[in-house]
Every structure is written in C-alpha cells, then in structure tokens.
C-alpha cells in the first residue's frame, strides 16, 4: 500500500505492495497459463472535491514505447470505494463505468504475461481521484490517451505495485 495525496490510500485482498502478482491475476493466454481475474481492490481517503475515480493498470518495463496499458477503467461514481475482484471482465465495473482497450488489444482487464526471459516487470495499479464525473471515453479509446485525459483530471492518486517473470 502507498498512500498519496494527504492520506489517499490503495489495498487489495489479492494483490500486496511489491509482492509477486498471483497466477489468478496473470493472464490467460500468449504462453501465460493464469485465471486472468482483476484484482479486488479498495480505497479511502479521496481528496476533498472528488468526483468521481480512474483505476490503471501499467507495465511500464515492457519492451515497448510507453509500456504496456493492462487495464483502464474511467467514470467509476465518486461513492464508489471498492472494485470486487473480476470487475474488469467487460460489463464488471460498477454502473456508468467505462471499460477501456488495454495493449492486447481487448476492453478490460488482461493480466501480467511479460517476454519469457526478460526480467522482472512492475505492475502498477493505480487509482486516480478526479475533479470530474465522467471523461468523454470510449471503450475503443487509446490507452496512452485515456492516460493523459486522466492526467489531467486528477485531484490525487493512490498506488500499489506488484511484480511479475517469466
């Protein structure tokens, strides 16, 4: 758990600070043999003004410019605290939530499968606080610029990172 923003904090049940990401949450495909299930996770402690919360997930020690996006979801309603763990199958976010392509290729959530060989990859997830209700995005949006929008809109964050090779 990392707290930000004057005490804005992330945990999950699943997933701990600077562990090993669990093989439910690794994916399920390209050599990778995990159940593909986003992690639960919860917060507190959003900034005054909040309007609602952005969730991401990023490697950004793929062997690629700007990363490699495993999950973006936007419009989560600022009474909203929590995700259940599988919320980022397609139509799991809470209601009026947005679902965005991840660098699979695919909306939703896709888990940790680095480059067999490559070294540890640090998995980011990230919840951003933000001084909006709603970003105008798509399911079909690009993640680097769903990131930027979100960038923009954020009153603070809270993050935890885990790890994962192959």
Not at 3 to 10: E, N, R
Not at 71 to 91: C, E
């Amino acid at each position: 758990m990392q707290a930000m923003a004057g005490g804005f904090t992330l945990t999950s049940g699943d997933v701990a600070e600077g562990a090993t990401m669990p093989e439910a949450q690794v994916y399920a495909g390209g050599g990778c043999h995990g159940g593909n299930v986003s992690p639960a996770l919860a917060w507190h402690g959003a900034p005054a003004g909040t309007k609602g919360f952005a969730v991401t997930m990023h490697d950004p020690d793929a062997p690629r410019p700007g990363g490699w996006w495993h999950w973006l979801m936007v419009n989560i309603p600022a009474d909203v605290t929590a995700l259940a763990g599988g919320a980022g199958r397609p139509g799991g976010g809470p209601g009026g939530s947005v679902q965005g392509l991840n660098s699979f290729g695919s909306v939703g959530y896709g888990g940790p499968c680095p480059p067999v060989g490559h070294g540890v990859h640090h998995y980011v997830i990230t919840v951003y606080a933000l001084d909006t209700a709603r970003l105008p995005l798509t399911s079909d949006a690009d993640p680097g610029y769903a990131d930027a929008l979100i960038r923009r809109h954020a009153l603070g964050l809270a993050r935890l990172t885990a790890v994962y090779q192959r």
